[in-house]
């Protein structure tokens, strides 16, 4: 909790810092998703859970926009082992070629 606990001044118990909590939410904007997603997400990311990154697809997928999951079990909130950067590079260039047309 140390990242988002230092991002957002504080724990969501706090008054004061849940009202950053619910500003930054990405949920009170779901409502307006339309353009094309690709949700990259490593398992052992500390900044941002593996479960937003899943809700976030999840919640796309529920609406309807065209979205893709690219999930690496040994990754954080970096790709940097070699195979998983190739692999990484060919999603998003083959994304952004698929919906930049």
Known sequence: MWFPEHDMLGSP???TALLNYEQWNPRNNAPYW??????IHGELDYRVPISHGIASFTTLQRLGVPSKLVYFPTEDHWVSHPCNSIYWHNAVLGWLDQWSK
Not at 34 to 39: I, L, N
């Open 13 to 15: 118990l706090n008054a």
């Open 34 to 39: 339309r353009t094309p997603e690709m949700v």
